[in-house]
């Protein structure tokens, strides 16, 4: 028997951009496995069919409940013949037999591994597993290895860094940035993006964004952030970028995954509050924490391409170009019909300028 309210619901949108993405995944067992089918293709260079199977896990974390037949799936978008498939033998059976043989796999399981660590990816993972290591032990006795100085922080505070970070650890972390931003520049603010501006309960690191009112003092004010931090004695790793953005050299240098944005990469020490870390002596832990400070005015598409989802990203310059015939990127919006830029102040100037209803961060985990 069918629903006949059923027909007149609006049908889902294939851009991630255009539907309401939630932390409460009603799906997870789909998204996971079909997230595993997209992590190994990524770990072989295919991208392309990875993407496949990350949109379809995308749709399925937008839906209101847990899918419990097949045939629910016929009017969703971007559910290709294998994601049906694999939706189907887990909704029959518990669990999909590629799915398990991939997490069983040796070389899935090396990259996986490998890839954890910071500094670490796809391609320096592939040529280690290659040469025929397996573990850190082997990859850190290998001669032939050499690793940089990013790799070699990864390895040395591997274990506190592999550890989620919780909200609470964010907020601690948030007053620790602020008072080294403020001390340098009162009118200066700072916010936090990423997965926790999303609402998520965990992250890899800690993302800030820093917005100053002075124009240019945005490489300086992080250059003397970083200099506190070193003399609090609680900086473990730096990695600051310059601004590379000119204005004038736009659009041309843009609309790539990077920005152009002063930026550093940072693992910090962090106090714990509680219990000390008796076996190691200390009572801090390591986190990865990562700063950007864009220009003022470039500070609505700095936020928005920071707040993620890295799909919700990809589907808002995806859906930009296709359906708006708009250049977006982190760090402006293009009109190719009038060949002007669209300024913005805040990211709903964004969403307005595309056409887009507004899409909440903690909406945006697609
Ligand atoms: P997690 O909890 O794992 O940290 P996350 O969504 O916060 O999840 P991040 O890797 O911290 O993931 O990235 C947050 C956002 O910042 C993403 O949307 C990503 O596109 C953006 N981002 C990260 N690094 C850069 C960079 N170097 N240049 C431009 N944008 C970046
Ligand atoms: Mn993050
Ligand atoms: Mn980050």
Same mark, same amino acid.
């Given at each position: 028997?069918?629903?006949?309210?059923?027909?007149?619901?609006?049908?889902?949108?294939?851009?991630?951009?255009?539907?309401?993405?939630?932390?409460?995944?009603?799906?997870?067992?789909?998204?996971?496995?079909?997230?595993?089918?997209?992590?190994?293709?990524?770990?072989?260079?295919?991208?392309?069919?990875?993407?496949?199977?990350?949109?379809?896990?995308?749709?399925?974390?937008?839906?209101?409940?847990?899918?419990?037949?097949?045939?629910?799936?016929?009017?969703?978008?971007?559910?290709?013949?294998?994601?049906?498939?694999?939706?189907?033998?887990?909704?029959?059976?518990?669990?999909?037999?590629?799915?398990?043989?991939?997490?069983?796999?040796?070389?899935?399981?090396?990259?996986?591994?490998?890839?954890?660590?910071?500094?670490?990816?796809?391609?320096?993972?592939?040529?280690?597993?290659?040469?025929?290591?397996?573990?850190?032990?082997?990859?850190?006795?290998?001669?032939?290895?050499?690793?940089?100085?990013?790799?070699?922080?990864?390895?040395?505070?591997?274990?506190?860094?592999? !550890?989620?970070?919780?909200? $609470?650890? /964010?907020? &601690?972390?948030?007053?620790?940035?602020?008072?080294? %931003?403020?001390? *340098?520049? +009162?009118?200066?603010?700072?916010?936090?993006?990423?997965?926790?501006?999303?609402?998520?309960?965990?992250?890899?690191?800690?993302?800030?964004?820093?917005?100053?009112?002075?124009?240019?003092?945005?490489?300086?004010?992080?250059?003397?952030?970083?200099?506190?931090?070193?003399?609090?004695?609680?900086?473990?790793?730096?990695?600051?970028?310059?601004?590379?953005?000119?204005?004038?050299?736009?659009?041309?240098?843009?609309?790539?995954?990077?920005?152009?944005?002063?930026?550093?990469?940072?693992?910090?020490?962090? !106090?714990?509050?509680?219990? $000390?870390? /008796?076996? &190691?002596?200390?009572?801090?832990?390591?986190?990865? %924490?990562?700063? *950007?400070? +864009?220009?003022?005015?470039?500070?609505?598409?700095?936020?928005?391409?920071?707040?993620?989802?890295?799909?919700?990203?990809?589907?808002?310059?995806?859906?930009?170009?296709?359906?708006?015939?708009?250049?977006?990127?982190?760090?402006?919006?293009?009109?190719?019909?009038?060949?002007?830029?669209?300024?913005?102040?805040?990211?709903?100037?964004?969403?307005?300028?595309?056409?887009?209803?507004?899409?909440?961060?903690?909406?945006?985990?697609?």
């Amino acid at each position: 028997r069918t629903n006949p309210s059923a027909k007149t619901e609006s049908a889902l949108s294939p851009y991630a951009c255009q539907r309401r993405t939630t932390m409460d995944n009603h799906n997870k067992i789909f998204t996971d496995a079909l997230e595993v089918l997209a992590e190994n293709l990524e770990f072989g260079g295919n991208q392309g069919p990875s993407l496949a199977f990350r949109r379809a896990a995308s749709v399925l974390k937008s839906l209101p409940a847990a899918l419990k037949h097949l045939q629910e799936t016929q009017h969703l978008p971007c559910l290709g013949e294998h994601s049906r498939a694999v939706i189907e033998e887990i909704i029959e059976y518990g669990s999909s037999s590629r799915v398990e043989e991939i997490l069983n796999d040796e070389r899935y399981r090396t990259m996986k591994l490998f890839s954890s660590v910071f500094g670490v990816g796809p391609k320096t993972s592939e040529s280690w597993f290659c040469r025929g290591l397996r573990s850190f032990e082997q990859v850190l006795n290998e001669p032939s290895v050499r690793l940089n100085r990013m790799q070699t922080a990864g390895f040395l505070f591997y274990e506190d860094i592999s !550890k989620p970070v919780s909200r $609470t650890e /964010a907020s &601690a972390l948030k007053i620790i940035v602020e008072e080294a %931003v403020i001390s *340098v520049n +009162p009118s200066a603010t700072v916010s936090i993006t990423g997965g926790f501006r999303r609402g998520k309960e965990f992250g890899h690191d800690v993302d800030f964004i820093i917005k100053t009112p002075e124009a240019g003092q945005e490489d300086a004010i992080l250059t003397a952030v970083i200099e506190r931090f070193k003399s609090q004695n609680i900086l473990l790793y730096s990695d600051f970028q310059e601004s590379t953005f000119d204005l004038r050299q736009l659009p041309t240098h843009c609309f790539e995954a990077m920005d152009h944005y002063s930026k550093c990469f940072l693992i910090i020490k962090l !106090k714990r509050e509680q219990e $000390t870390d /008796a076996r &190691a002596g200390r009572d801090w832990r390591a986190v990865r %924490v990562d700063l *950007v400070a +864009p220009p003022l005015e470039r500070f609505a598409y700095a936020l928005l391409g920071w707040t993620g989802s890295t799909l919700f990203e990809r589907d808002l310059r995806r859906f930009a170009r296709l359906e708006r015939g708009k250049l977006l990127d982190n760090h402006t919006l293009y009109d190719k019909a009038t060949n002007t830029f669209l300024p913005a102040n805040t990211e709903e100037d964004i969403f307005a300028h595309l056409g887009l209803e507004y899409i909440e961060p903690w909406q945006r985990n697609a």
